[in-house]
């Protein structure tokens, strides 16, 4: 299995910065794009992925942004999404936010105020669901399937 990877699309590296020392803990790969081409690149390597697109409802490309997510979700439904917005919204915006979000595959949305723990843990147990779903711990041994037999008279156990 390839090295999980961590994927930051955003215009600043603010997300980057909070999870580097975790992506270097975990051995994770932690990788920074500012263009949707170049997140779709990455996307498409089979390894564990979780990705943070941190999305600004009033930008020019929310269109092209929120089209890539829901292509993202149709084509790679096990990678992790998670919509970041630094932006503050009152009740009403925020609840649209969220629903259009989640319209796109997103599994979190999350608002300011953001911290490094709390980014620290959601990406750390979204990356575990995703090695528990690639069939490894996460110390990255190989996990024991359901489908292995046990065979008894190696045990001992049978006459």
Known sequence: MRYPQVLIYAQDDWLTKQLADLASENRWLLKHVQQIPACRALVRLPRPTVLLAQVDPSSDHLIGILEFLAELHWL??????????????????????????????????????????????????????????????????????????????DEGMVE
């Open 76 to 153: 790679y439904p096990f990678v992790s999404t998670v919509v970041v917005s630094d932006v503050k919204m009152n009740e009403e915006d925020r609840v649209s936010w969220t629903a259009t979000a989640f319209h796109t595959g997103a599994r979190f949305v999350l608002y300011p105020p953001l911290t490094r723990p709390i980014l620290e843990d959601l990406v750390k147990g979204l990356m575990n669901a995703q090695l528990e779903w690639a069939g490894r711990t996460a110390d990255g041994d190989q996990r024991r399937g359901a489908e292995s037999v046990i065979d008894l008279a």
